[in-house]
Nanobody, 125 residues
Framework: QVTLVESGGGLVQTGGSLRLSCAVSGRNSRNYVLGWFRQAAGKEREFVAAITWSGVTTYYADSVKGRFTISRDNNKNAAYLQMTGLRPEDTALYSC??????????????????WGQGTQVTVSS
């Protein structure tokens, strides 16, 4: 069992920055691939970014490449999403997910094993 708790969301103006955090706990949680996902009002959840257990390899959705950076600190049992150059279309509920399989995180979010409750990000124009 893995527990994920997100924090760091808020209201920011276009072009601003936010840093989301995901506190991870549970047995063998450091072995899981971690991902960030988002769901805008009236839309389906979508993949944003992923990071392998070692933190060496990262993946991003095309819509956030060059603006968002995912990282993790296994000593602190946490993952982060640094968001810069925020746009109104980035407004969504951002959730952290964990799974043993990278392919699940990056392409099959419906099958992700563990989810946090999410943190709201709102970007004003």
């Amino acid at each position: 069992q893995v527990t994920l708790v997100e924090s760091g969301g808020g209201l920011v103006q276009t072009g601003g920055s936010l840093r989301l955090s995901c506190a991870v706990s549970g047995r063998n949680s450091r072995n899981y691939v971690l991902g960030w996902f988002r769901q805008a009002a009236g839309k389906e959840r979508e993949f944003v970014a992923a990071i392998t257990w070692s933190g060496v390899t990262t993946y991003y959705a095309d819509s956030v490449k060059g603006r968002f950076t995912i990282s993790r600190d296994n000593n602190k049992n946490a993952a982060y999403l640094q968001m810069t150059g925020l746009r109104p279309e980035d407004t969504a509920l951002y959730s952290c997910g964990a799974d043993e399989a990278l392919v699940i995180i990056t392409t099959q979010w419906r099958h992700v094993s563990y989810w946090g409750q999410g943190t709201q990000v709102t970007v004003s124009s």
